[in-house]
Every structure is written in C-alpha cells, then in structure tokens.
C-alpha cells in the first residue's frame, strides 16, 4: 500500500518515518481532500492526548521534505503525493465552490516555467502551482 511505499522510500533516502510520522501521513491519505494542520491534530489528539502543534508541524515538514505530502497554500491544507520523485512540480486545480483539488501533472507546464525562468537565469528547484476555479460537476450547475 501507500504507507509501505512511503517507507521504502524515506528509507532508501536514508531517513526513517517514525510511528508518529507514519500516523500523521496515514491521516493525511484518509482525508481524502486536503486538511489542515489543526484538522490533523484533532484527529491525533484521539489517540495521543498530549498531542501539540510542534508534534503535528514537526511531522509535516519532514513529509513536505520527503515529497510524500504537498502543502496547498491557498487552502492552508494539506494532501498526499506518494509516488513522485521529492520537489516534482507540483500542480493542482482547485474548485472554489466545493473545493475539490485534483493533482495534475502536465509536463507542458513544467517545461513552459523551466524555459521562462531560463530566459533570467533562474534554476526552478521546486514549485507548486494552484489553479483556481470550478470543476465539472459544478461548472454544470453554476
């Protein structure tokens, strides 16, 4: 599964994905939509009482460093990306009025940023890019 995924590729990176990083990772997969750090707390704070936001910010930053989550800013949330290489362009499309969030990867628009920033000398080294507007389903209901 995900999580045995996620193992194999923190330890082959020569890092380890304690049980409380498992924990929190696991959560972000079952959400099933973004969610917010204080959202993983609550969640955590079911099992581990004295669970704190440093606890919870802590194990973020370690999966963001690993690639196995991306952080969406315009949402504050977060959601799981097991599967790709760490610091893959990242590129998501948001529904503003039911907010789902779906990750697309267009090679098309990685390489239109790459060859733009080269025309300044600029070496992408990560980025993530969030599109705003209305999905499928509620584009035929607007």
């Avoid at 304690?18 to 969640?43: F, H, K, M, N, S």
């Avoid at 704070?45 to 315009?74: C, K, M, N, S, W």
């Amino acid at each position: 599964m995900l999580l045995a995924r996620a193992e194999a590729i923190t330890k082959a990176r020569g890092a380890r994905l304690t049980a409380l990083r498992r924990e929190v990772l696991q959560l972000v997969l079952e959400a099933g939509a973004p969610i917010g750090a204080y959202d993983l707390l609550a969640a955590l704070r079911l099992r581990h009482a004295r669970a704190a936001p440093p606890t919870v910010y802590r194990a973020l930053d370690f999966l963001l460093e690993q690639g196995l989550i991306h952080r969406i800013a315009r949402l504050s949330a977060f959601v799981g990306c097991i599967g790709h290489e760490a610091g893959h362009a990242a590129q998501f499309l948001i529904c503003r009025r039911c907010g789902q969030v779906l990750e697309i990867d267009a090679a098309e628009v990685t390489l239109a940023l790459a060859q733009a920033a080269k025309r300044f000398a600029f070496m992408v080294a990560g980025a993530t890019i969030e599109a705003e507007g209305l999905c499928a389903t509620c584009a035929l209901g607007a």
